[in-house]
């Protein structure tokens, strides 16, 4: 029992160091200008990025869904990608003041917003609905940019492995970002309880999931987490797709896109696996559209451990 305390205890101790030196940084960033501080950000990420043992993965990703594409432009879209990963880390220092929207301000601040009178129309209609989005661009403001114009929903989100991280995580978006749902085995109850009550949840599609349906990405086979599609067949709620984009200069473009065509079989039921297909395609289009804003680190076509030395 006290080798066991012990060895806890030296978990909990190296979890709590490598926590404060996730910290530490942030608080110091939050010291400077917003733009030197994603700036730098950006420059240090595009440059410890290459040297991790995550940019092979990046790269098979990149080859993966870009098989047209030279070593050089995949290696620029990399390196787009990493930067964008150091200014999101950024970002969440400055997340209070960045988002800046307001609709009567005569000019554009850091943040423009395209699907106003979507947003209007499902504050002033309230019924079920969900949204969804990817890992691209600062994806974290989209609901900070709902909770700005008066939307209850309800956000899906996988907490970090790091017990320390993920409270303090959990504690800064609980503050801007309304109800929060950690991911686990009874979280999709929690959100079918929310849509019950006339609610709307808010879901990340482009992760991978052991027991997901077979679908295709980029024209390869990944297995898609089919909630999304089983909440629609339950409650024939609408889905809504939404992104955020980096523009020039540290600024965002939230867009809100109309309600997509959910399909369904010959005898009117949702078709779940064409629906959950229909989600990868539109997160396909907006990664085509903006390849350097989307995460490519992450492991989404299970590839792995195939390249283990």
Not at 132 to 148: Q, R
Not at 278 to 306: A, F
Request: proline letters at 6%.
């Amino acid at each position: 029992m006290l080798v066991t305390r012990l060895v806890l205890s030296a978990d909990h101790l190296r979890q709590w160091l490598i926590a404060q030196l996730m910290f530490v940084p942030l608080a110091i960033l939050k010291l400077f200008p917003v733009d030197a501080a994603m700036n730098f950000m950006d420059r240090f990420t595009r440059w410890i990025g290459p040297k991790t043992k995550r940019h092979k993965l990046t790269m098979a990703n990149l080859r993966n869904a870009f098989p047209e594409k030279s070593e050089a432009e995949l290696e620029a879209i990399a390196l787009e990608s990493w930067g964008s990963i150091g200014r999101l880390a950024a970002e969440y220092a400055f997340l209070d003041t960045l988002f800046d929207f307001d609709p009567e301000q005569a000019t554009p601040g850091r943040v423009e917003v395209s699907g106003i009178p979507l947003f209007i129309e499902l504050r002033d209609n309230p019924r079920p609905f969900i949204v969804f989005t990817a890992h691209s661009g600062n994806f974290e403001m989209l609901p900070v940019a709902g909770a700005s114009f008066g939307l209850d929903v309800t956000v899906l989100f996988r907490p970090p492995n790091n017990p320390y991280i993920a409270k303090k995580v959990f504690e800064f978006r609980k503050r801007r970002m309304g109800n929060l749902v950690p991911s686990h085995a009874g979280s999709s109850f929690t959100l079918a309880r929310q849509l019950e009550k006339g609610g709307a949840v808010g879901v990340l599609v482009d992760q991978k999931f052991g027991r997901g349906l077979k679908t295709k990405f980029f024209n390869n086979d990944v297995q898609t987490n089919p909630l999304v599609a089983k909440l629609v067949r339950q409650f024939g709620c609408e889905v809504y797709p939404a992104r955020c984009i980096r523009l020039p200069g540290g600024r965002f473009r939230l867009e809100l896109e109309p309600a997509i065509d959910i399909p369904r079989k010959e005898d009117g039921s949702v078709d779940v696996n064409a629906t959950a297909q229909v989600l990868n395609d539109k997160v396909e289009s907006w990664v085509r559209e903006y390849p350097g804003q989307w995460l490519w680190y992450h492991d989404r076509w299970n590839i792995k451990r195939q390249l283990v030395d």
